[in-house]
Structures are given as structure tokens and as C-alpha cells.
């Protein structure tokens, strides 16, 4: 595999969305972007969103990843190195796609702002 060029560069995009049409439409598209591109991809969100994109991708998601976030990520402070780079070690070669939805309805008071912390991190973590 070749080496990213400065287009390849590591983005950090945030999906907002109003219902879970949109955010299934949306989320599809974006992984089945990644899996014409040859892109290893991970979604990691909550079991419902999770089942959401599993459907919507058909027999695509045979080639992706999925993780329930609320394991692998029920702690914030290992998504990133439990699940997204874990993920992205795995596939040290190629350029990966990863979901993550580290945020969900059911979250403590006292997680949330680890979730926030997670997010200001990622850019850090994969400079």
C-alpha cells in the first residue's frame, strides 16, 4: 500500500441527524464509501444504531466490523485505545473507517463529560 498522500489524512467529521432514517441513509453510505475505497471499516455505536446500519448495509456488512458500544466502549476511557485503535493497529497498512458513537441515551452525569473528553482526544490520537 502506498503512502497516504495529504488528501489520505486522518478526518474527524461529526454526523448530526433527526431521525434514524437519516442517520441509517447517512451512516450506510458513509461505510459503503469506505468498502468501494477497500477501506477496512468498524462501526462501533450502541446495539440499536448498531442494528440500524447492520440492516441497512445488507450483504455489505459481512465486510465490516461491528461493535456494540456499549461493551467495548461502556468505559470512555478505553474507546480509544480499545476499540479505535485497536481497530486501526489491526490494519496498520490501509487507510480504515470507523463510526463511533461513544455518546448514547442511558450515559451517567458522570460519563458524559469523559465522552466529551474521548472526542477532544481522537485528533491526538491519531496525528
Known amino acids: 500500500m502506498s503512502t497516504p ?8 467529521p461529526a454526523l448530526f441527524y433527526r431521525s434514524e432514517a437519516e442517520y441509517t441513509d447517512r451512516t450506510v453510505a458513509f461505510v459503503r464509501e469506505g468498502l468501494a475505497a477497500g ?4 462501526v462501533a ?8 446500519v447492520r440492516v441497512g448495509l445488507g450483504a455489505d456488512a459481512r465486510d465490516v466490523t461491528f461493535l456494540d458500544m456499549t461493551e467495548a466502549g461502556r ?6 485505545p480499545g476499540v479505535l ?3 486501526a493497529d489491526a ?4 487507510r480504515v473507517r470507523i463510526v463511533g458513537e461513544p455518546v ?3 450515559r451517567s452525569a458522570a460519563e458524559y463529560p ?14
Open 5 to 12: 498522500t495529504t488528501e489520505e489524512t486522518f478526518t474527524h
Open 39 to 42: 477501506e477496512p471499516v468498524a
Open 45 to 52: 455505536v450502541p446495539g440499536p444504531n448498531l442494528e440500524l
Open 75 to 80: 468505559n470512555p476511557g478505553r474507546i480509544i
Open 85 to 87: 485503535r485497536a481497530f
Open 91 to 94: 490494519h496498520a497498512r490501509a
Open 104 to 106: 448514547w441515551a442511558g
Open 114 to 127: 469523559a465522552c466529551a473528553q474521548h472526542e477532544a482526544l481522537i485528533n491526538a490520537a491519531f496525528a
